[in-house]
């Protein structure tokens, strides 16, 4: 049976029980899936600390145009990659913020 959007999930962590909004609970699973693959981390890691353009990413990665366009929509979607337009060229960022809110996520999951 699948769960409902307004209903909680509860886990337990000890003697500990947390309340989560299954909502929320599957956007995070999403978010964490988003940055869970191999070829995201690499975006990822190309894009900490500049800003470049899908052509710049295809071609420094040796994809395909379109797949490094898919990964850069699922990362956008996540919250993880921003985007800036400026003229015809879309310029891709980390959203360090974002990266920090999953890592505090992750710890408080495995901690």
């Not at 509860?10 to 995070?28: M, N, P, V, W």
């Not at 993880?80 to 992750?106: C, D, M, P, W």
């Amino acid at each position: 049976m699948r769960n409902k959007k307004n209903e909680t999930v509860t886990l337990r962590k000890g003697d500990q029980e947390i309340h989560l909004d299954y909502s929320d609970l599957r956007k995070a699973v999403l978010v964490l899936r988003a940055v869970n693959h191999k070829l995201r981390q690499r975006v990822i890691d190309l894009l900490e600390g500049q800003t470049l353009t899908v052509t710049d990413i295809y071609i420094l990665l040796r994809l395909e145009q379109s797949v490094a366009s898919q990964h850069l929509a699922i990362l956008r979607r996540a919250g993880v990659a921003i985007t800036e337009r400026h003229g015809k060229f879309i310029y891709y960022s980390i959203n360090k913020n974002r990266l920090h809110q999953i890592g505090t996520l992750v710890e408080d999951l495995a901690g």
